[in-house]
């Protein structure tokens, strides 16, 4: 997320679990001041996102982005949202 920022994009999060559980989690893990935005997930969302990052194939299709795999819990050897990057950068937005 430092990475995508420093590059002038804008962060949002959003997930299932709704608003308030997505501003828990970044705030547990020390994301906010990354984070531009918090949201239930909501395929009318707005602002419209360029990029997402996300598990569910059809927003990724949608949207454009990076498919991942569903979270289920913390994983040291985690690389996802690190090939989320690449391809950014692959696109030439990083």
């Given at each position: 997320?430092?990475?995508?920022?420093a590059a002038g994009h804008n962060v949002y999060v959003w997930s299932a679990g709704g608003k308030s559980y997505v501003e828990r989690v970044v705030n547990t893990h020390g994301l906010a001041e990354w984070v531009d935005g918090c949201f239930d997930k909501d395929a009318r969302v707005e602002p419209r996102p360029d990029f997402i990052v996300d598990d569910d194939w059809y927003l990724v299709e949608k949207y454009g982005g990076h498919l991942?795999?569903?979270?289920?819990a913390v994983d040291d050897s985690d690389r996802e949202l690190l090939n989320a990057t690449e391809r950014l950068a692959d696109l030439g937005f990083l």
């Open positions: 997320m430092q990475r995508i920022k991942v795999s569903q979270y289920k």
